[in-house]
Nanobody, 125 residues
Framework: QVPLVESGGGLVQAGGSLRLSCAAS????????MGWFRQAPGKEREFVAA???????????YYADSVKGRFTISRDNAKNTVYLQMNSLKPEDTAVYYC???????????????WGQGTQVTVSS
């Protein structure tokens, strides 16, 4: 098990910024690839961003086209935490955001075995 707890969600106006955090309480956190996903009402959960673990060297990242250039994923292995910096937010970014852990860097939802409870992000127009 890799318990994950997200925080940092909230209400923000369009054009604003938020930083989401996901804390893991497991010593082997650094070995996992970490991803952020989101789910809007009535829609399927979708990939947002992912970052590799130390087992896949280089700090590689993936982004969905819809967030590329606006969102940045990063991690601090000393703090067992992954972040999602979200800038230039749009109303269509409104969703529940989840962090997840996988044994490999991938955009595939099904490859992520461990999930947090989610944090709500609402962007007003």
């Amino acid at each position: 098990q890799v318990p994950l707890v997200e925080s940092g969600g909230g209400l923000v106006q369009a054009g604003g910024s938020l930083r989401l955090s996901c804390a893991a309480s497991r010593r082997t956190f650094s070995t996992y690839a970490m991803g952020w996903f989101r789910q809007a009402p009535g829609k399927e959960r979708e990939f947002v961003a992912a970052i590799s673990g130390i087992s896949e060297s280089g700090g590689h990242t993936y982004y969905a086209d819809s967030v590329k250039g606006r969102f940045t994923i990063s991690r601090d292995n000393a703090k067992n935490t992954v972040y999602l910096q979200m800038n230039s937010l749009k109303p269509e970014d409104t969703a529940v955001y989840y962090c997840a852990a996988s044994d490999r860097l991938t955009t595939a939802t099904m490859a992520y075995s461990y999930w947090g409870q989610g944090t709500q992000v609402t962007v007003s127009s």
